[in-house]
């Protein structure tokens, strides 16, 4: 495996919990601090992650979870690989935390997804925000609702303790 000197931060969290806010202040301030920075998300702007995205909705369960898993697979090794190989800072908006929470929302076994999971390559940092349940909910009703997992009365507020920790290879 190359060895990267880059460094891979993700943010995970509810919908509306500000993750898209946050990572734009990080890129700013990153920058500003000197550091070459690559700012992504996932589902990621490919094609394959633009599918996915759009099948959020009518897709679920296992078929959705191996679906935004090869979008990440797709991910890493067109984009973070490389990027964290040359010495990127990379932000990733949402990445496996969200496939822990919300594709086990949708009724898939957490080994499953681990098992998925088991070669992606891992955050040297993973960022998980939290708010006020009341707070989210007055967010998102501003927003309107842009997918099904936004308004899903089972999802929990994310807490980091509640988040597995897969083995590190
Ligand atoms: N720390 C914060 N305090 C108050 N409002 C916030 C904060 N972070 C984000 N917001 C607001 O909450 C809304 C959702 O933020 P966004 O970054 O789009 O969330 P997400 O990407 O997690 O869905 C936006 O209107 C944003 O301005
Ligand atoms: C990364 C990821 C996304 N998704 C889905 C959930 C959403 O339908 C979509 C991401 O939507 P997005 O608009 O990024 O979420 P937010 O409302 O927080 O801004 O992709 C998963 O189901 N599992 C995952 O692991």
Same mark, same amino acid.
């Given at each position: 495996m190359t060895r990267r000197s880059g460094v891979f931060v993700t943010l995970d969290g509810p919908s509306g919990v500000g993750k898209s806010t946050t990572l734009a202040e990080l890129d700013r301030l990153l920058r500003n601090d000197g550091?070459?920075?690559?700012?992504?998300?996932?589902?990621?702007t490919s094609a394959l992650g633009e599918f996915t995205r759009k099948s959020a909705d009518s897709l679920s369960g296992r078929a959705l979870a191996c679906l935004v898993?090869?979008? %990440? #697979?797709?991910?890493i090794d067109r984009d973070l690989r490389p990027l964290l190989g040359t010495g990127f800072t990379v932000?990733? &908006? %949402? #990445?496996?935390?969200?496939?822990?929470?919300?594709?086990?929302?949708?009724?898939?076994?957490?080994?499953?997804?681990? &098992?998925l999971n088991a070669d992606i390559l891992l955050p040297d940092l993973a960022v998980i925000l939290t708010a006020e349940p009341?707070?989210?909910?007055?967010r998102l009703a501003e927003r309107g609702k842009r997918h099904r997992f936004h308004d899903d009365p089972r999802a929990p507020p994310v807490r980091s303790s509640s988040i597995p920790r897969p083995h590190r290879p």
């Open positions: 550091r070459t920075v690559h700012s992504t998300t996932e589902p990621s898993a090869a979008n %990440r #697979y797709e991910h932000v990733c &908006d %949402r #990445y496996l935390a969200s496939s822990l929470v919300l594709q086990q929302l949708d009724g898939v076994p957490e080994q499953f997804l681990l &098992d009341v707070a989210i909910g007055a």
